[in-house]
Nanobody, 121 residues
């Protein structure tokens, strides 16, 4: 069994910063990608940033230059540093990972429970 647990959300004023963390635990053989998604009220869930095992990162256009995704592979943890936050960044942020539990198994997709980020104007 694999779990993803996020932390670090909260309320911040526009222009402020927050750092989200997501720890993957359980039966883990390898993690190929770790990513952050977000879902605002009334909107579809969208990809914010993704980190691949080869250190490749990609970002949504709306957060480029403001958000940074990073991974600590030894700790099975992914971070999202969010700077220059805007009210439109308000959403529930979800951690996502593609994980193999055993070498012979195919990958499965896992989601965290979500953490609320609220940016006030």
């Amino acid at each position: 069994q694999v779990q993803l647990v996020e932390s670090g959300g909260g309320l911040v004023q526009a222009g402020g910063s927050l750092r989200l963390s997501c720890l993957a635990s359980g039966n883990i053989f390898s993690i190929r990608t770790m990513a952050w998604y977000r879902q605002a009220p009334g909107k579809q869930r969208e990809l914010v940033a993704i980190s691949s095992s080869g250190s490749t990162t990609n970002y949504a256009d709306s957060v480029k230059g403001r958000f940074t995704i990073s991974r600590d592979n030894a700790k099975n943890t992914v971070y999202l540093q969010m700077n220059s936050l805007r009210p439109e960044d308000t959403a529930v942020y979800y951690c996502n990972a593609r994980i193999k539990s055993e070498a012979w198994m195919s990958e499965s997709t896992y989601w965290g429970q979500g953490t609320q980020v609220t940016v006030s104007s």
